[in-house]
C-alpha cells in the first residue's frame, strides 16, 4: 500500500513504536528491547498515535514486541519521580491510549510471547484476539512493587478472568504460565514457541475480509452492550443488528450463501 502516513506514525517510531502494512493489516510493534519493551512515556504516546492514526484501508492490526518479550509493563525508572497528582494524569493517558486499541478503527490481535506483565498484561488486554505462543507467562507485579495498575487493568482483566484471580495475582505475585493463561482466558490461542506472530497475522488477515460493520459492530457496540442492562443491552443488540443487516455487503454475503457460492460452517 502506497500512501503517505500521517506525521504522527513517523514520531512515534522515534518514540519506539513502529508501523508497517501488510497489505489490510496493519502490523504494530514495540521496539525497545534493551528494557523489555518497558513502556515510558513516548511508547504510550506513540501507541495512542498510531492506533488514532492507521492509514485508509487498514481492516485489522496486530501488535507484538521485538525482542524476548512482549512488554515488562510500565517503565519503572519513571514511576519515581511522579507525584500523587502526576500519577493520576499518567494513568488517564494510559486510558486514552489503550482505549484507543480497544475502541480504535478496526479490530486488534495482540501476538504474546515471554513476559506479558503489568502494565504490558493491561497493553494486551486492550486488544480484542490474544495468540499466545509457549512461552507467554502472565503477571501482576504491581502488588508487589506496592503500586496497582493504571491502564485500565482493574476493569478490563476481571472481565477475562475475574476478580478473584485477579486479586489473586496482585496479592500474591502469583504468574501464570502459557497453559494456565489460555485456560483461563488470558488468550484465545495458544501456539508453540515462536509461533504468535504468524498465527495473529492469518486471524488478522482473515478478520479484515469481514464485512467492517461487523467488525465495527464486534469492538464498538459489543462490549458496550455486555455492561448494559438486559433490556437496554437487548435494545441497542436491535439497533446494531437492523444497521448491520441492512448494509448492502451484508445481502451480498448471505444471497452468496444461499447461492451455494459462500463456505458452510464446517465442523470443528
Ligand atoms: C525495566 C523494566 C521495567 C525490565 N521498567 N526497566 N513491571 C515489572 O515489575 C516487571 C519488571 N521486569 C522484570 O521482571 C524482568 O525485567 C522481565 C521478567 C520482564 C524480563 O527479565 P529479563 O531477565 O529478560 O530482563 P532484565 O535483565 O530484568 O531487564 C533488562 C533491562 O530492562 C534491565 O535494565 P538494564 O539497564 O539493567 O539492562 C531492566 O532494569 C530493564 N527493565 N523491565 C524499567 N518494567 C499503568 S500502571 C502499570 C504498572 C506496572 O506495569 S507495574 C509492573 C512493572
Given amino acids: 500500500m502506497t ?16 508501523l508497517q502494512v501488510h497489505g489490510a493489516v496493519a ?3 514495540l521496539r525497545r528491547p534493551a528494557k523489555r519493551n518497558a513502556l515510558n512515556d513516548g511508547l504510550i504516546e506513540g501507541l495512542r498515535d498510531v492506533f488514532a492514526h492507521l492509514p485508509a484501508g ?10 524476548e518479550h512482549f512488554c515488562a509493563g510500565l517503565d519503572l525508572s519513571e514511576l519515581q519521580e511522579r507525584d500523587a497528582g502526576e500519577g493520576v494524569l499518567h494513568s488517564r493517558r ?23 506483565v503489568g502494565g504490558g498484561l493491561e497493553l ?8 499466545a505462543d509457549a512461552s ?3 503477571a501482576l507485579p ?7 495498575v493504571g491502564g485500565g487493568g482493574s476493569v478490563r482483566i476481571p472481565k477475562l478472568i475475574g476478580v478473584a484471580r485477579m486479586t489473586d495475582m496482585m496479592l500474591t505475585g502469583r504468574v501464570y504460565n502459557a497453559a494456565d493463561g489460555e485456560r483461563l482466558g488470558f488468550a484465545q490461542y495458544l501456539e508453540p514457541a515462536g509461533g504468535a506472530l504468524d498465527k495473529a497475522l492469518a486471524l488478522a488477515a482473515k478478520i479484515a475480509t469481514n464485512a467492517p460493520l461487523t467488525n465495527f459492530a464486534l469492538t464498538q457496540a459489543l462490549p458496550r452492550i455486555a455492561e448494559q442492562p438486559a433490556d437496554h443491552g437487548y435494545l441497542m443488540e436491535a ?29 470443528a
Avoid: N
Fill in 3 to 18: 500512501q503517505e502516513l500521517h506525521p504522527a506514525i513517523a514520531r512515534a517510531a522515534g518514540m519506539g513504536v513502529a
Fill in 27 to 29: 502490523v504494530v510493534q
Fill in 58 to 67: 487498514v481492516g485489522a492490526a496486530v501488535i507484538h514486541g521485538e525482542g
Fill in 94 to 116: 494510559w486510558h486514552v491510549a489503550l482505549d484507543a486499541i480497544a475502541y480504535g478503527p478496526v479490530p486488534v490481535v495482540a501476538a504474546l510471547h515471554g513476559a506479558v
Fill in 124 to 131: 494486551a488486554c486492550a486488544a480484542h484476539v490474544r495468540v
Fill in 136 to 138: 507467554a507467562f502472565y
Fill in 142 to 148: 504491581e502488588g508487589t512493587r506496592g503500586i496497582f
Fill in 239 to 267: 439497533l446494531v443488528s437492523g444497521v448491520a443487516q441492512a448494509a448492502p455487503e451484508a445481502k451480498a454475503r448471505v444471497q452468496a450463501f444461499l447461492a451455494g457460492k459462500a463456505p458452510k460452517v464446517k465442523k
